[in-house]
């Protein structure tokens, strides 16, 4: 079983998006940095989002799941992460994508 790199959720199968390989993402304003190996993984909603570029209700669903299960990260630095992360796939993804089932 794997995890959304999107939302967090455990998924089988899914959807697999391509980066450039080994591109770091910094979270401004914060020391926190992400290593991105170049695979992301998405979860059919998100893969939706994605397809539709619906960045910002991607991100609000991402919020929204993730707030639901790590109570003790404030709300402001959920949100630093997951528009940094996001912003990086955007900038660094390739066309396509693949199957993950």
Not at 20 to 41: A, H, R, Y
């Amino acid at each position: 079983m794997s995890r959304c790199d999107f939302c967090s959720i455990s998924i089988n199968g899914g959807w697999a998006y391509h980066t450039k390989p080994l591109s770091v993402i910094m979270v401004p304003d914060t020391p926190i940095g992400m290593l991105d190996d170049g695979e992301w993984l998405a979860c059919d909603p998100c893969a939706a989002l994605i397809e539709q570029e619906k960045w910002h209700e991607l991100e609000d669903r991402a919020i929204g799941i993730f707030m639901k299960t790590n109570l003790d990260m404030p709300a402001h630095k959920v949100q630093l992460v997951i528009h940094a992360s996001h912003a990086g796939f955007r900038k660094n993804k390739s066309k396509e994508r693949t199957s993950n089932g």
